[in-house]
């Protein structure tokens, strides 16, 4: 609809609603860029707000849109929109009546009274194997849509899973473990060389495996705060020969269109939205293993690895 709206000559708002969309909407904007006419360097604007502070930023948003309307017309497009988004469609509807607006959610629950919705339920971005895993969590359970049954057969070789056992690994959580970022290291690499040789072996022209396909993604904790101390696994990729980086709040563009070949590590509330080849999971708890599995393993398109405390825990 985004591309749509240019070629017929709209200036269309990319809204971005809360910081957890940022990476989603900041892809968006990139692919429509490629689209806006040479002519019009203007016609496509990229707005940030954080809704999730209903009585501000909400206001302010429909005031600047509402503003910025040409003859009561405006076209508005969202991604991975959360809580507020009703009010701020409500309130902005309100304002200018030929209001044109497309958004997205994880959720079924978050859009407007009475506004046209549409389910997409079919798992085309994940192998049967993640999807089997992003099913279990409660949040999937309660709040998303039911996928479709779609007939695949599932390939065990899509997921693998480290274990971080009580004696051998010297440090308390797999995210502080050194020992447990060589396993994934060497997981990784073995990956990567054996996608070289199968597509080298083949004389296709399918693109080989890089370090920009891979994403190492950690939750939140029992009490919803961000442990950010991985270092240990993060060392243990580095003395690996794996390179590394920390997402930080000024690389966004760059994770979001991959520029740089390296492995990303971040909160996967930073990157909601975004999709790599391999994803690894970084799970600290027996809380985490039922819990964040829609964040952090839906991210992943075809191998996933996941990092747990040991399994007779």
């Not at 009703?86 to 079924?108: E, I, K, M, N």
């Not at 709040?143 to 308390?172: I, R, S, W």
Request: glycine residues 6%.
């Amino acid at each position: 609809m985004g591309v749509k709206w240019l070629l017929e000559g709209h200036q269309v708002h990319i809204v971005c609603s809360s910081r957890e969309s940022r990476v989603a909407c900041t892809m968006l904007y990139r692919m429509l860029l490629q689209h806006q006419p040479e002519a019009f360097p203007d016609q496509l604007r990229f707005l940030q707000y954080n809704f999730f502070d209903v009585g501000t930023d909400v206001e302010k948003a429909v005031n600047d849109l509402s503003q910025a309307a040409t003859e009561d017309s405006l076209y508005v497009i969202s991604d991975d929109v959360e809580l507020g988004f009703q009010t701020f469609c409500d309130r902005l509807l309100g304002r200018v009546p030929g209001l044109h607006l497309w958004a997205a959610s994880y959720f079924s629950k978050h859009p407007p009274d009475n506004w046209p919705e549409e389910y997409l339920t079919r798992p085309f971005r994940s192998p049967p194997a993640v999807v089997m895993q992003v099913e279990q969590d409660e949040k999937f359970r309660f709040n998303v849509k039911p996928y479709t049954q779609v007939e695949l057969l599932q390939d065990n070789n899509d997921l693998e899973t480290v274990y971080h056992p009580p004696q051998g690994h010297p440090a308390l959580y797999p995210g502080d473990c050194e020992t447990c970022g060589c396993q994934v290291a060497t997981i990784l690499l073995r990956l990567r060389e054996s996608v070289s040789e199968r597509t080298t072996a083949s004389g296709t022209a399918q693109a080989s495996l890089e370090w920009r396909d891979m994403l190492v993604l950690y939750g939140t904790n029992l009490t919803g705060i961000d442990r950010k101390d991985i270092s240990g696994l993060i060392n243990g990729l580095k003395n690996s020969g794996i390179p590394v980086e920390i997402m930080k709040d000024d690389n966004i563009k760059d994770v979001a269109t991959a520029c740089t070949d390296v492995v990303w590590v971040t909160n996967t509330r930073n990157v909601r939205g975004l999709e790599r080849k391999v994803v690894v999971v970084v799970q600290e708890s027996n809380f985490d293993i039922h819990n964040d599995r829609l964040y952090l393993m839906s991210r992943c398109s075809s191998k996933l690895v996941i990092v747990c405390p040991d399994k007779r825990l």
